[in-house]
């Protein structure tokens, strides 16, 4: 029934040895046009389903996104280890925007931050939410073979199961390019208005915007 769009930023752009700065994990419908679900959208499209379902016990806010700035310094010591790729640094200051990347890594130190590990909780406890409740049908990312596969191997170095199946994976750029799809129009939610690219959070809005409307212009719904 619902998706979940999942986004990082990090400095470098290997899976397995990149730090990751940040994570976004925003929930959505495919087939809506009005871009992330909120809490309240979950629950009514629950309740038309099954009016008695576990879930409709849970505030709306149960369902807020994730949204974690992780200190630096946490996911390159142990057990993480990673190491800053020079190449992507030199890109962030050039290039992805210099004053982002300081908001970010100041966010991650500060009392808005959270440690690699604690990103990870985060992460496993809200796809576990869809999982248990019964609503995951898919996790998408641009792409799952970065993105994803960081994630994955984040959690096995704490020894902690993936929260999704690999048969659950979608591909952004697959979804929009089989369109031949590059759209920049329909509802805008304020995350995007007020955010910049390169910020994980903007990043999921824009990218399930892009997602439903390629959907849409197919003309075939979501799992029909």
């Known amino acids: 029934m619902f998706h979940l ?3 990082s930023e990090t400095l470098g752009v290997k899976s397995n040895t990149a730090p990751m700065i940040q994570l976004a994990i925003v929930p959505f419908d495919p087939n809506a046009n009005h871009g992330p679900a909120t809490g309240a959208y979950i629950k009514r499209m629950i309740g038309e389903i099954d009016p008695n379902h576990a879930a409709l016990d849970h505030d709306d806010e149960y369902w807020d996104p994730v949204n974690c700035y992780i200190d630096l310094k946490t996911v390159c010591r142990p057990p993480f280890n990673r190491t800053i790729d020079p190449d992507t640094l030199m ?4 290039e992805g925007g210099a004053d982002l990347l300081t908001e970010i890594l100041q ?4 009392e808005t931050g959270v440690s690699m590990h604690e990103a990870l909780n985060q992460a ?29 191997d984040l959690f096995s170095q704490v020894e902690t199961e993936c929260t999704w199946s690999f048969r659950q ?12 799809f590059d759209w920049g129009g329909g509802f805008v939610t304020k995350v995007e208005e007020d ?3 390169h910020d994980a959070f903007v990043d999921c809005h824009r990218q399930i915007r892009n997602v439903q409307e390629a959907i849409r212009s197919s003309g075939r719904p979501w799992g029909a």
């Open 5 to 7: 769009m999942v986004d």
């Open 91 to 94: 890109w962030w200051l050039t």
């Open 107 to 110: 966010k991650g130190k500060g």
């Open 124 to 152: 496993e406890y809200y796809i576990a939410k869809f999982r248990n409740a019964g609503i995951l049908s898919g996790v998408w990312a641009n792409s799952p073979s970065f993105d994803l596969a960081m994630l994955k």
């Open 169 to 180: 994976e979608l591909d952004f750029r697959t979804e929009t390019r089989r369109q031949q």
């Open 195 to 197: 955010g910049r690219g």
